[in-house]
């Protein structure tokens, strides 16, 4: 769980997304980003960058040509969301770490505990996987759907 008031940057957010929708609505035919696009709400050029660094880290293979597209590396249940994250922030302990104060070091700041954030976010970040997030959106789907189906038969 995220603490009040940090954030993960767009290009995080949109890569998460992104590789969700594979998770959640690919099976084996590739994807084309314009779909992808267009389900998440993201700017295809964006989307487009980020699936380029995603395919790098070995996250998303494409294929080209008509039926073109992305499809995942590897089953989602072994795509954390870690790797998503340093796919395009880097290693967390450098995405993560506090940039040094302007005047030099200060004795007075806890600059030893970036290190420690960023190790106990990694591990949460890797229990995630690509298939446990697309399987706890289909279980509060089915629980939101039901709901709405209650309220309205009422």
Same mark, same amino acid.
């Given at each position: 769980? =995220?603490?009040?008031?940090?954030? =993960?940057?767009?290009?995080?957010?949109?890569?998460?997304?992104g590789v969700f929708d594979l998770a959640y609505n690919g099976r084996e035919d590739?994807? *084309?980003?314009? $779909?992808?696009? &267009?389900?998440?709400?993201?700017?295809?050029?964006?989307? &487009? *960058?980020?699936?380029?660094? #995603? /395919?790098?880290?070995?996250? $998303?293979?494409?294929?080209?040509?008509?039926?073109? %597209?992305?499809? #995942?590396?590897?089953?989602?249940?072994?795509?954390?969301?870690r790797e998503i994250v340093e796919a395009v922030e880097g290693p967390l302990p450098?995405?993560?770490?506090?940039?040094?104060? &302007? %005047?030099?070091?200060?004795? #007075? /700041?806890?600059?030893? =505990?970036? %290190?420690? =954030?960023?190790?106990?976010?990694?591990?949460?970040?890797? &229990?995630?996987?690509?298939?446990?997030?697309?399987?706890?959106?289909?279980?509060?789907s089915v629980v939101s759907s039901s709901t709405s189906a209650k309220r309205s038969?009422?």
């Amino acid at each position: 769980m =995220l603490m009040s008031g940090m954030r =993960l940057s767009l290009q995080v957010q949109y890569a998460i997304c992104g590789v969700f929708d594979l998770a959640y609505n690919g099976r084996e035919d590739p994807v *084309q980003i314009r $779909v992808i696009s &267009e389900r998440q709400a993201i700017p295809a050029r964006y989307l &487009e *960058q980020i699936f380029q660094r #995603l /395919r790098r880290a070995l996250i $998303v293979t494409s294929k080209r040509g008509p039926g073109g %597209g992305y499809t #995942l590396a590897r089953p989602p249940s072994r795509i954390s969301l870690r790797e998503i994250v340093e796919a395009v922030e880097g290693p967390l302990p450098k995405a993560i770490a506090m940039a040094p104060p &302007e %005047g030099g070091i200060s004795p #007075l /700041r806890p600059d030893f =505990l970036w %290190g420690h =954030l960023a190790e106990r976010f990694a591990e949460v970040l890797e &229990e995630t996987t690509s298939r446990r997030a697309a399987s706890r959106h289909s279980s509060s789907s089915v629980v939101s759907s039901s709901t709405s189906a209650k309220r309205s038969a009422r």
